[in-house]
T-cell receptor, first 114, second 116 residues
């Protein structure tokens, strides 16, 4: 089983609908992240969380919200989806404390907003 | 905030030749520079990283060089093979004394194509 699991893997929805992307991890990491990937734009940080009580906005948080339900779970919500939120979304985790800054990514959730 | 520029956006090389991807960063406080490889349909995966107290690091066919003065770093892949075909991302961050990175800033990616 994957260490970082994202659901759903693919979702097609309509403008104005509420969407939740879920992420769970078995790596035991405190830090979790949501990134968005668009062709030609690379990966951009939406939100990140250093522990259950800590949520921080990233570079492109407008139109998104997150919830850290437990150490292992971090959800991304689009309250009212719009077409320019069509993208590939990645959840990632990393260790806290001494060690590398390596991010461990899930396999992505492809969202299409019509 | 940090800004990372990556070039080229697409690179096509013959199998067996070398490939070089270059990145520049803007924040002189950045001290951690990883490279990620993304294969089709998968999430990015770390392949090599370098910290600012080191000028070069090698791992088999992959090497990364860092020039702190010029604020640029490069990925070198020698003896390229078909399985090297992927999208490669550079990134920059600050590793704090207490550990962990405060979120990576990524370049826009390079699509590396290995021609048989």
């Amino acid at each position: 089983d994957a260490d970082v699991t994202q659901t759903p893997r693919n979702r097609i929805t309509k403008t104005g609908k509420r969407i939740m992307l879920e992420c769970s991890q078995t790596k035991g990491h405190d830090r979790m992240y949501w990134y968005r990937q668009d062709p030609g734009l690379g990966l951009r940080l939406i939100y990140y969380s250093f522990d259950v009580k800590d949520i921080n906005k990233g570079e492109i948080s407008d139109g998104y919200s997150v919830s850290r339900q437990a150490q292992a779970k971090f959800s991304l919500s689009l309250e009212s989806a719009i077409p320019n939120q069509t993208a590939l979304y990645f959840c990632a985790t990393s260790e806290q404390g001494f060690g590398s800054g390596e991010l461990f990514f899930g396999e992505g959730s492809r969202l299409t907003v019509l | 905030g940090e800004n990372v520029e990556q070039h080229p956006s697409t690179l096509s090389v013959q199998e067996g030749d070398s490939a070089v991807i270059k990145c520049t960063y803007s924040d002189s406080a950045s001290n951690y520079f990883p490279w990620y490889k993304q294969e089709l349909g998968k999430g990015p995966q770390l392949i090599i990283d370098i910290r600012s107290n080191v000028g070069e690091k090698k791992d088999q066919r992959i090497a990364v060089t860092l020039n702190k003065t010029a604020k640029h770093f490069s990925l070198h892949i020698t003896e390229t093979q078909p399985e090297d075909s992927a999208v490669y991302f550079c990134a920059a961050s600050i590793i704090f004394l207490g550990g962990g990175a405060d979120g990576l800033t990524f370049g826009k990616g390079t699509h590396l194509i290995i021609q048989p």
